[in-house]
């Protein structure tokens, strides 16, 4: 069965530094897409970053950048140059196979990033 | 352009009652998705509506229906209300045009708590 799984329940960083969220994930499916979302004490979730299973580069969108590492399953958020407003939580979600183009998603247990002053 | 548009942001019902939560999508969005955040569950699919008509289903019991008109506002409906179905409860479009990158547009969500 397809499994998103974020180990790091919560995370502090100082503002201005580079901070790595951890994605691992489980699919027998070869076309797949992973996203990452931002989810604000608001509740919206915001959507970040995407990544699919044939894209031959990480995927990039502006301070937010995917390291995917496809033989080891991982899809990890780098957030660079930290800032106050980044403190939220992060969920990682899949969308399982490229033939589901519909709007079910996998989430995560998302991580709660704090950042420092 | 507007959002997605969730109504009422916050609701409060007793065992036993039946609630109905609102959305309205993006304009020009046909697809609208639910999902159910509990700190326990986490994000859960419950359903998603195109033009209409439901399209994939989550596994959640038959107390959770919903619906989606022809102007692609899609509501939910929870009845017979348990204490477990307190959560939040996230609305999502997206245009649906077929490209698998495709990026899910969400609310702010209904916080209904069950007492």
Known sequence: AQKITQTQPGMFVQEKEAVTLDCTYDTSDPSYGLFWYKQPSSGEMIFLIYQGSYDQQNATEGRYSLNFQKARKSANLVISASQLGDSAMYFCAMRDSFYNQGGKLIFGQGTELSVKP | KAGVT??????????????TLSC????????????QQTPGQGLQFLFEYFSETQRNKGNFPGRFSGRQFSNSRSEMNVSTLELGDSALYLCASRSDQGQTNEKLFFGSGTQLSVL
């Open chain 2, 6 to 19: 969730q109504t009422p942001r916050y609701l409060i019902k007793t065992r036993g009652q039946q609630v």
């Open chain 2, 24 to 35: 309205s999508p993006i304009s020009g969005h046909r697809s609208v998705s639910w999902y």
